[in-house]
């Protein structure tokens, strides 16, 4: 859930990922690992929907962003 720092509301919902996992954000989007799907998912923030979905042979456990 994604929730508005100037408060204490709930400002979206990410319900596009099984068992999430890790987060980074990169891109403007907020990539997300999960150990259900063994991917990893890119979001967009403002809206919570799934703009790409990455394969990936194993479980990744972590995820980090860099420049």
């Known amino acids: 859930m994604g929730f508005d720092p100037t408060g204490d509301t709930l ?3 990410f319900s596009a990922v ?3 996992w890790s987060l980074a954000t990169a891109g403007g989007a ?3 690992t999960t ?3 063994g ?3 890119a979001l967009d923030p403002p809206s919570g929907d799934l703009v790409r979905q990455v394969a990936w042979g194993t479980t990744p456990f ?3 962003a860099g420049p």
Do not use: K, N, S, Y
Request: charged share 10%; no cysteine.
């Open 11 to 13: 400002a979206v919902t």
């Open 18 to 20: 099984p068992d999430p």
């Open 30 to 32: 907020l990539w997300v």
């Open 35 to 37: 150990d259900a799907a």
């Open 39 to 41: 991917g990893i998912f």
């Open 62 to 64: 972590a995820i980090a």
